[in-house]
């Protein structure tokens, strides 16, 4: 059943953001990728994973909708801080969080600066750590509002979209002042700050045609971080994903989710004897 979504706004340290919100159950939130908003992308991953359980949260970014706060200055902490603020009002303390290309930057410094808040860390279609100039430059382009359009479409076919996906979905949807702060805001945090994403559990979600991770990179993650890291590949998805295979990356979240969920309760089954998470006991 299709969950209704309903709109809050969450207020503190100096920012207001619009958050939407449908479903019930453990929180997950979505941050979204390079200069745009948590709308129309994600609406269909939303509303599968809000009916599987989830309570989803999609805070817009600085800039975008009614979401304010200081755009210049800032660091990934100080956005990590505003999802923060999302958790402790809307998700009772504690969620999964879901980082969507740039967002994934984001998400891991969440989990860095407040693992009590973070149940687990979702990072779908992040980049490696060698992404070849001309594809760095995509978001760029696409996102110069100016640009001829045949530029952007140039663009998002090369950076965004898996062969014979229509580039055209992407065209509208960007906000050039939110890019320009997150653009600036990754300069002023080392990768060192965050790259460990704390120690949450780790879900890897790769399209198979993502230019800012090339498949020799595929296995960077998990040498990095060891068991933690889950990883799943989508096929036929490239950068933008979420607009590409909407339900196949619902179904990989479930999935891992419902599987930590299994993990918990045979350890702790393990440690009671074996009588059971939800055995009455006299």
């Known amino acids: ?75 990934l902490h100080d956005q990590a ?4 603020l999302v958790i402790r009002q ?3 303390g504690r969620a999964f969080v879901l980082g969507h290309a740039f967002g994934h930057g984001v998400a891991k410094t969440v989990a860095a600066d407040h693992p009590a808040l973070v149940s687990g860390v979702i990072l779908a279609a992040a980049q490696c750590s060698a992404v070849p100039p001309e594809i760095s430059q995509t978001p760029h382009l696409a996102c110069n509002l100016s640009a001829p359009t045949e530029e952007r479409l140039a663009a998002l076919r090369k950076g965004f979209l898996a062969p014979d996906h229509d580039a055209s979905i992407w065209l509208d949807g960007w906000y050039p002042e939110t890019m320009r702060m997150q653009v600036s805001s990754v300069s002023r945090t080392s990768v060192n700050e965050f790259l460990a994403a704390g120690t949450a559990p780790l879900l890897e979600i790769i399209p198979d045609s993502d230019p ?71």
């Open 90 to 92: 809307l998700s009772d």
């Open 212 to 282: 800012f991770k090339p498949r020799e990179y595929w296995g960077e993650l998990r040498q990095q971080l060891g068991s933690r890291v889950s990883t799943v590949v989508v096929s036929d998805a490239s950068h933008a994903l979420f607009s590409e295979q909407p339900e196949r990356v619902a179904v990989a979240v479930v999935e891992w989710w419902r599987g930590l969920i299994s993990s918990v309760v045979a350890a702790h089954a393990a440690t009671n004897d074996n009588e059971g998470l939800f055995e009455k006991r006299s």
């Open 1 to 75: 059943m299709r969950q209704t979504r309903h709109s809050y706004r969450v207020e503190g340290n100096d920012v207001s953001l619009d958050v939407y919100v449908e479903g019930d159950g453990p929180g997950l939130v979505v941050l979204p990728s390079y200069g745009r908003g948590v709308g129309e992308d994600y609406d269909s991953f939303a509303a599968k994973v809000s009916a599987a359980g989830f309570k989803v949260l999609r805070p817009e970014p600085r800039g975008i909708a009614g979401s304010k706060g200081k755009m210049n200055g800032i660091s």
């Open 81 to 84: 801080d505003d999802v923060a």
